[in-house]
């Protein structure tokens, strides 16, 4: 008689002690006696013979074997002790066979944990694996505020112990789920900020690994939401290197390797194996895996072949990668999580297809996998809407359907403005909104390309500072809530504005429950065109001008709303932006300039003086400005029947933001500021809600700044002028060093503390000092005092209620957009969403002498006659370009002594400055 059949397999204790320790033969023996019909076997022997099934999968790993050990285990009614040891095994082996990519039900895994009788913690722990699970698998069923709830059990119930920091680095995985899923930054931000906490503490092993590879995939995230490309590859590089360091064959490292393998895949990383995606494309064959997986697999082999065979414009890879996706596509489950994004990629593909000359099949096919699309989507609140609605619109456009091109393209547009307003924070808003220009401006061009210049103006502004919108949204959901009778939704919002389901909540309230079939509310739209005109009268422009650059083989347009009358597109052929446009040019040698460079790498060996070289180039950008756009534009103003100068305010999309047009420069040496009256703007959303603020009388008072670093004199002279002759009841910050009479030092503490004052006027902010823009939400900042930064980030989460009058910020670049994000972003345009009426800024660093001279005469013309901001700014322009220029009787002496060895005619004095609002 064999150990095998002297086991009493009716005593799960000695059954499963038995087994435990069995050898692969003894193992096959033991099914083989516990896999007879009759008598039927009974509860404690079925629960015997799933753990000989669980001891059989762990050599052989069949998807198969597990699932007959799963459904002895369903089938056995025994509840003694034995039961929880064979369901813990269960579903230990269920999760190795998540990682290997077979089928996995999250649902299952957890009613198995709660029907075993665990000790609490015991049984928390496991259910957080399960979660891990189900989001390694990408499980249908994920269900994640479950997922969270389960989570924080476990840390409170770990905290202090020895698995304290293992419970910790499971909730964070879940973080970086939803991050992904849903878009929402802040999730990732806490996952860096923990990680770092668990390191510093020095956590040691395998937890600190596990730490490792959360934080670097984290930031591969953060990154590739930011557009930093560069840096994501580097983040995946580190995460390759922290994988290769774990044991081989354990599951977390089988896993680890699934989505290391695909991230290099889409990515396109560097540096990753040639025939990656063939890789993977076989892998798609192994036994065994779910469906779920299979598609997984062919989905990310698909898109690689794909991406490259349109770099490369080579059609029969182009038509093999589709044909991976296809069979991705219709392998995935129906509710398969990423689905809609399957088909979106294939239906983008498909178009391209059509492009190449595949015929009218393949783009038949892409309108019909794109439809499914979104239809899975459901509405905008899906990460996938903006991507599935743009990919329609191209579709539809190609197909002859103009129309529904424009509409599909609107509904993208919507999506990005959802996504900008769920993020919690000024710089994840940022982030969120680094994709909308080029779309929005696609979208436009769609629109004047079928004269709907109303719907161009839509788009364009779509498109336009939605993380300056999202700011001033922010500011009055409270309100918004309380008018819809949200009230407790309300309280929510002003306890846990951070708290993503809260966003999601809030936003679906004001939005309505679905976005997709029926009107959306303003919230995600820009304003009407009847409301922008509004704003424009009450705001005493004429019209409202986008500038929209062309490009190859499509001319560039002035997109003019006139205040009273329908919009319509002005051709400005000219206006065509390349590699090398004068626009481009210009900002190289800016940029060389303000670097000290030698050179300025346009290939000019003229002059070596990087300053000439830039003045030189703006002075040629002036008379470009004049021929390719504000030229064409005043001649048509012309014809308006006005009997004054023109009041125009303009919007430059892309890097027109750059130009001063203010400046451009006719053929007999005119400049436009002498012939026309300009303001800018960084939407018509900001427009209309600067309209509707509340006037603040000019009365003399307000805070002043001047050379906080004590290194400019000149601002320092021209900060106390300013407030002498204008505003003798302001308040005065300088330096510590500084005896004039100031209150206190010019720290950003001082500063944003008078920007939050609440229930007292604030109507005159003049900021002397230094500015300096660069990358990114805390890139843009001015210099106060001890060298600190007051950021625009600063600035836009400082916003409180009530307006602000007049701020001047006579410090360099405050008018610089700061990056790849939105265009509209500068410490101007922060001033005006934080509150301010009107806003002076500069596009460049301006010499502090002729700042003073302009900033003098702006206050001038404010204060002392009595004109608007803008034409108190313009006529400061223009008093500086006259030769004849009067030195007004209030201009202190020492101002008045530089007056003479002025140079109107250097741009670089005067033209940097714009006005934005009132």
């Known amino acids: 008689m064999t150990a095998t059949t002297s086991v009493r397999w009716h005593d799960p204790v000695a059954a499963v002690a038995h087994l435990r320790v069995a050898a692969p033969e003894e193992v096959t023996a033991a099914l083989e006696a516990l896999s007879r019909s009759d008598p039927p076997l009974g509860s404690a022997e079925l629960l015997a013979r799933a753990y000989a099934w669980l001891r059989r999968y762990e050599g052989e790993r069949d998807a198969a074997t597990l699932a007959r050990a799963q459904a002895d285990f369903a089938a056995a009614a025994y509840t003694g002790p034995e039961r929880a040891v064979v369901g813990q095994a269960l579903v230990l082996c269920a999760l190795y066979a998540a990682m290997r990519g077979q089928d996995f039900r999250a649902a299952r895994e957890h009613a198995t944990i709660s029907s075993i009788g665990l000790e ?53 995985a879940l973080l970086v789920k939803r991050a992904r899923d849903r878009s929402f930054y802040d999730d990732l931000r806490q996952v860096r900020t923990r990680v770092q906490a668990m390191l510093d503490a020095g956590v040691t092993g395998e937890q600190r690994q596990f730490a490792e590879i959360l934080q670097e995939a984290a930031e591969i995230l953060a990154s590739t939401q930011r557009g930093e490309t560069g840096e994501a590859f580097d983040s995946l590089q580190r995460l390759v290197d922290l994988v290769d360091r774990l044991p081989p064959d354990a599951p977390s490292t089988l896993a680890l390797r699934r989505y290391l393998n695909a991230g290099a895949v889409v990515m396109e990383a560097p540096g990753h194996k040639p025939g990656a995606e063939q890789a993977q494309s076989h892998a798609a064959d192994e036994p065994d895996l779910s469906a779920g997986e299979r598609a997984f697999r062919l989905f990310v082999s698909g898109t690689g072949i794909c991406r490259k065979a349109v770099d490369r414009r080579d059609a029969d890879q182009l038509a093999r990668g589709v044909d991976q996706l296809r069979r991705a596509s219709d392998l995935a489950p129906a509710d398969y999580p990423h689905r809609a994004l399957m088909d979106t990629m294939l239906g983008r593909f498909l178009c391209v297809r059509y492009e190449l000359g595949a015929g009218r099949e393949a783009l038949d096919e892409a309108l019909r996998r794109l439809g499914r699309a979104r239809r899975a989507t459901g509405d905008v609140a899906h990460p996938v809407w903006a991507f599935a609605e743009m990919a329609s619109a191209h579709a539809y456009r190609l197909a002859g359907r103009r129309a529904e091109g424009r509409e599909a393209g609107k509904r993208a547009l919507r999506g990005y403005a959802w996504s900008v307003l769920l993020q919690a924070g000024t710089a994840d808003a940022a982030a969120a909104a ?20 109303g719907g161009a103006v839509g788009a364009l502004d779509a498109g336009r500072c939605l993380m300056l919108y999202a700011a001033t949204v922010t500011m009055g959901i409270p309100a918004r809530l309380h008018a819809l009778g949200h009230d407790e939704l309300a309280r929510r919002w002003q306890t846990g504005s951070d708290d993503p389901d809260v966003r999601r909540d809030v936003l679906a309230a004001l939005t309505g429950a679905r976005l997709s079939d029926v009107p959306v509310p303003d919230v995600l739209d820009p304003p009407s065109l009847d409301q922008i005109r509004t704003a424009l009268r009450a705001m005493r422009h004429d019209a409202l001008v986008y500038l929209v650059p062309g490009r190859l083989g499509v001319p560039g347009a002035a997109v003019v709303l006139p205040n009273g009358s329908e919009p319509f597109a002005l051709s400005l052929p000219s206006l065509v932006q390349s590699d090398d446009d004068p626009v481009r040019r210009y900002s190289r040698l800016l940029a060389a300039r303000d670097a000290g460079e030698v050179g300025g790498g346009d290939g000019d060996a003229e002059t070596a003086d990087p300053v000439t070289r830039w003045r030189d180039s703006l002075d040629r950008l002036a ?58 703007a960084p939407s018509a959303r900001l427009l209309c809600e600067n309209a509707d603020r509340t006037p603040i009388p000019q009365d003399g008072s307000g805070l002043v700044v001047g050379d906080p670093t004590h290194d400019l004199p000149d601002a320092r002279t021209e900060a106390l002028a300013v407030r002498a002759a204008f505003y003798p009841d302001a308040e005065l910050l300088v330096d510590d060093a500084d005896d004039s009479g100031a209150s206190s030092a010019a720290t950003p503490e001082a500063v944003l503390a008078w920007l939050r004052r609440a229930g007292r006027a604030r109507p005159m902010l003049h900021l002397a000092c230094h500015g300096a823009v660069g990358q990114g939400i805390d890139g843009s900042y001015l210099l106060l005092a001890g060298r600190a930064r007051l950021t625009a980030r600063d600035i836009l989460e400082g916003r409180k209620d009530g307006a602000i009058g007049v701020v001047a910020l006579a410090a360099c ?106």
């Not at 994709?435 to 079928?450: I, Y």
């Not at 250097?906 to 940097?912: K, Q």
Request: hydrophobic share 50%; aromatic share 10%; charged share 20%.
């Open 434 to 453: 680094r994709d909308v220009v080029d779309d929005a401006t696609e979208v436009a061009r769609w629109c004047l390309a079928d004269g709907d210049a």
């Open 813 to 918: 670049t405050t008018s610089v957009p700061s990056g790849a994000f939105d265009e509209a972003f500068s410490l101007s345009t922060a001033f005006l969403a934080a509150g301010a009426r009107t806003v002076f800024g500069s596009l460049w660093q301006v010499p502090s002498d002729a700042t003073s001279l302009l900033m003098f005469m702006a206050h001038h013309y404010l204060r002392a006659e009595g004109r608007r901001p803008a034409d108190a700014l313009n006529r400061a322009q223009r008093w500086m370009v006259d030769r004849e220029r009067a030195v007004p009787a209030d201009m202190p002496a020492a101002l008045a002594r530089r007056v003479a060895d002025l140079d109107g005619d250097d741009l670089s004095t005067w033209a940097g400055f714009l006005h934005l609002g009132w």
């Open 623 to 680: 008379g470009w400005a004049w021929r390719v756009a504000i030229g064409p534009l005043l001649a048509e103003t012309g014809r308006w029947g006005l009997s004054r100068a023109p009041r125009l305010l303009l919007v430059p999309m892309g890097r027109l933001a750059a130009v001063p047009w203010h400046a451009a420069r006719d053929h007999d040496g005119w400049y436009a500021v002498q012939q026309a009256e300009f303001s800018y």
């Open 120 to 172: 609490e913690t015991a049984a928390a722990l496991l259910h957080a694996l399960v979660d891990i699970g189900a989001v390694l698998t990408d499980d249908a069923e994920f269900d994640a505020d479950g997922a969270f709830g389960r989570a924080d059990e476990l840390v409170a119930r770990t905290a202090g112990g020895p698995f304290a920091s293992a419970a910790e680095a499971l909730r964070m």
